[in-house]
């Protein structure tokens, strides 16, 4: 090619990414620019198709916008479908995150610095450096190189004159920056802008504008003054552009917002973190002009931690545990009955706060009364998800959560669904959270009964069972122990005595005929027949009369369960005090009041008294021991006593200590020494009983005993939550509260706001 014929062509050289270099040489015509199949084809994912054309001819180089738009370094926005705009040499050019300039072969390409290349915005001025050493020289070499210059100085300034005169002086006496400072003080806009000069006399003017009108108004000020000024001014609207081309083409949702300043923030959602880091790193490469990047985006990583911290937040710590698993939240682990509240306070929060952004998969279970002995069930249902773009499980109705009419079943996998059963589900469901409310019933009325859903089935009616006299309660020959003497009444081992009906039962003891006087119920309901009903079972129990299908054979089972494990589980008890059943419980069959030096209530109020906390305290080790045996097995006018016991242990324990004859019982009490160290145990005493939905934030189990509910009123014994029910009596570990439907607990659990004891 001829040295005529280069000198027409038009050089592309693209300054940036991966074909950062590259030259191409263009002869005179027009040419498509983009990533398709085009005359010049750029690697950008930023880049259409036909994004741009250029025109170039001699000593003209035209372009403008076809299928997307561009920008030139100096703020020339050529918008999509745009007209044809002129571009001076070596202008740096931008289309998608390509960066290029165009210019005459022979042009000084060299001008174009890294910043131009790169977009940043130039360095900072720096110090000048300390004058160099000169070198020793020779003694007449300074003033002949002074003289020769003075004469060059002089020939120039003859020849030109005033065309060479230094700009920096004018007439009016004001220096370059004054001039220029003036320019720009009637832009408003401009008042952002940084005026400078360096150490080596260049002015630079520095910053961000608006729009491109602005950019131009300021250049053309600048001009008219003729300062030499270099300007480096971004149009804030060409950037954001920029910007939002680029997160487009990373098919991503994200936010942006671009302050004065040129910093950028991003914000959103964007589970995977690489991704986040790429659009990051895109964004504060690939747009000329910005300053730094600020990334508030939230992947997956951070959602977990502020999930974590919800948890802490809601008091499920350490029950629950959180972990990621893809793009979801993972939930593991086992909830006790009394944490159901703060369980579903997460769930509620967590389907406000992060479902949207992230969901959550649940494999929580309820922690039950076969699981609190240490077994562990696997779970019988799918997981509960919460979020719109969860799968794989049973979706959380969160409105059922809002109004309280959720199921247990609807928050943990492995409570059976309707018509379902599974072991300890109706301990569970009449537990109560922190608040001493049930979960799932009416605030300030009864909630509905559970049913018989606890291990061992259907319970023993034992006022039914044992109302019958116990004619053959010992074995022939052999008197019981601890009763009266051969031919002594039956009153004095204590035992109510009804005369014997003709042809009636008959015993033959000591190789003596006579008439067998058996215990029946008593009609004292001040604990005489809590009293006669230990005696009858025990007496029956001893003559071994539980022999029969039913539910005498599981009275049975558990007589002979407590009898096995009562003395062994309990600590500080001699071989000599591991006696029989009947041996243990001996107040039972003492003469009325003998032993017995406090006769008096246990405590100002109390149904337990001195005279019938053995009694009470031998039935509540019986219900410890026994999946048939529950409080609904007593009539309702027991129920209330032996409730009162199971509520007060230390008290009870207490009372049974003042009298020499019921002292060893409460030390070796099941009950007593289970619930010392494991409070919840009372959840197994209660577990069929109705529930009952009272919310209680405090309790006052001294002599005052009352409740205090989440509006601050004091509720004292006797007192009424609702025209259907009466607060009976306050605990240390719970309320009893009787209604038309029967007798209630409400069990304070651990998380109580207060109690005073």
């Known amino acids: 090619m001829s040295d005529t014929a280069a000198s027409t062509?038009?050089?592309?050289?693209?300054?940036n990414g991966v074909q950062a270099g590259v030259e191409v040489s263009l002869v005179p015509g027009e040419y498509s620019l983009g990533s398709g199949a085009d005359d010049i084809q750029l690697i950008d994912v930023a880049l259409k198709a036909g994004h741009a054309r250029l025109r170039v001819g001699p000593g003209k180089i035209e372009i403008h916008g076809a299928a997307g738009t561009l920008r030139s370094s100096a703020g020339l926005v050529l918008p999509e479908a745009g007209d044809w705009q002129e571009v001076q040499p070596l202008d740096v050019l931008v289309a998608g995150t390509t960066r290029f300039a165009l210019g005459p072969p022979g042009a000084n390409w060299a001008s174009i610095t890294e910043d131009d290349a790169n977009g940043r915005p130039p360095p900072p001025p720096r110090r000048p450096s300390a004058p160099l050493i000169p070198e020793r020289v020779r003694p007449y070499a300074a003033p002949i190189a002074a003289a020769a210059l003075l004469g060059l100085v002089g020939v120039l300034y003859f020849l030109f004159g005033p065309a060479i005169a230094p700009k920096s002086t004018p007439v009016d006496g004001r220096t370059e920056m004054e001039i220029a400072q003036s320019a720009l003080a009637p832009?408003?806009?401009a008042r952002n802008l940084q005026l400078r000069r360096e150490v080596d006399g260049t002015i630079y003017l520095t910053g961000y504008v608006e729009s491109p009108v602005e950019r131009r108004a300021v250049t053309g000020a600048i001009e008219a003054t003729g300062v030499p000024v270099r300007m480096r001014i971004w149009v804030l609207a060409a950037m954001r552009e920029e910007i939002a081309r680029l997160i487009e083409s990373q098919k991503v949702t994200i936010n942006f917002a671009l302050a004065p300043d040129g910093t950028v923030t991003l914000d959103g959602t964007l589970l995977d973190s690489t991704r986040a880091s790429t659009?990051?790193?895109?964004?504060?490469?690939?747009?000329?002009?910005?300053?730094?990047?600020?990334?508030?985006?939230?992947?997956?990583?951070?959602?977990?931690?502020?999930?974590?911290?919800?948890?802490?937040?809601?008091?499920?710590?350490?029950?629950?545990?959180?972990?990621?698993?893809g793009n979801l939240i993972e939930a593991n682990g086992t909830i006790p009955v009394y944490k159901i509240d703060p369980w579903v306070g997460f769930l509620q929060a967590y389907a406000t706060r992060l479902a949207k952004e992230i969901p959550l998969r649940s494999f929580v279970q309820l922690q039950g009364v076969a699981q609190a002995s240490g077994e562990t069930p696997a779970p019988n249902g799918p997981a509960i998800v919460i979020g719109e773009n969860a799968t794989d499980g049973r979706p959380l109705n969160v409105e059922t959560l809002r109004q309280g009419?959720?199921?247990?079943?609807?928050?943990?996998?492995?409570?059976?669904?309707?018509?379902?059963?599974?072991?300890?589900?109706?301990?569970?469901?009449?537990?109560?959270?922190?608040?001493?409310r049930p979960i799932g019933g009416r605030p300030g009325g009864p909630a509905p009964a559970t049913g018989n859903a606890a291990p061992g089935g259907p319970r023993v009616d034992l006022s039914s069972l044992l109302a019958t006299p116990a004619a053959a309660a010992t074995a022939p020959g052999s008197p019981p122990a601890g009763a009266a003497p051969p031919g002594a009444p039956a009153s004095a081992a204590g035992v109510a005595t009804t005369p014997p009906a003709a042809g009636g039962p008959r015993v033959v003891g000591q190789g003596v005929t006579a008439p067998v006087n058996v215990p029946v119920v008593s009609t004292d309901l001040?604990?005489?027949?809590?009293?006669?009903l230990a005696r009858s079972l025990l007496l029956r129990w001893a003559g071994k009369k539980l022999t029969r299908d039913g539910d005498e054979r599981q009275l049975d089972a558990s007589l002979n369960a407590l009898e096995q494990g009562h003395i062994a589980a309990a600590a500080g008890v001699s071989e000599g005090e591991k006696a029989t059943l009947r041996a243990r419980y001996s107040p039972l069959f003492a003469p009325r009041g003998a032993g017995v030096t406090d006769p008096a209530e246990c405590w100002p109020g109390a149904r337990v008294k001195a005279s019938n906390v053995t009694a009470a305290i031998f039935w509540?080790?019986?219900?410890?021991?026994?999946?048939?045996?529950?409080?609904?097995?007593?009539?309702?006018?027991?129920?209330?006593?032996?409730?009162?016991?199971?509520?007060?242990?230390?008290?009870?324990a207490a009372c049974a200590s003042r009298n020499p004859t019921s002292a060893q019982v409460g030390r070796q009490s099941v009950y007593l020494n289970e619930v010392r160290h494991n409070p919840d145990f009372v959840h197994y005493i209660v577990r069929d009983l109705k529930p009952y939905a009272l919310d209680i934030v405090g309790a006052d189990a001294t002599n005052e005993r009352f409740v205090q509910t989440r509006t601050g009123a004091r509720m004292y014994e006797g007192a009424a939550p609702d025209t259907e029910s009466r607060l009976a009596a306050v605990g240390e570990l719970g309320a009893i509260v009787q209604s038309r439907d029967g007798w209630s607990a409400v069990i304070f659990g651990p998380t109580i706001g207060w109690l005073a004891q």
């Open 526 to 532: 001040a604990g005489g027949k809590i009293d006669d």
């Open 9 to 15: 062509n038009t050089v592309l050289k693209i300054l």
């Open 187 to 189: 832009l408003g806009f």
């Open 620 to 652: 509540l080790d019986l219900l410890s021991v026994s999946d048939s045996v529950s409080l609904v097995s007593f009539d309702a006018e027991l129920q209330p006593l032996l409730l009162q016991a199971a509520l007060d242990p230390k008290r009870v």
């Open 279 to 325: 659009v990051e790193a895109l964004v504060r490469d690939n747009v000329l002009g910005v300053a730094k990047v600020v990334s508030n985006i939230r992947t997956a990583d951070t959602l977990l931690a502020d999930a974590r911290r919800l948890g802490q937040q809601s008091q499920i710590d350490p029950f629950v545990m959180l972990r990621l698993d």
């Open 405 to 436: 009419t959720f199921k247990l079943s609807d928050v943990f996998v492995n409570q059976p669904q309707e018509g379902a059963t599974s072991p300890g589900a109706a301990a569970a469901a009449a537990a109560t959270g922190p608040t001493g």
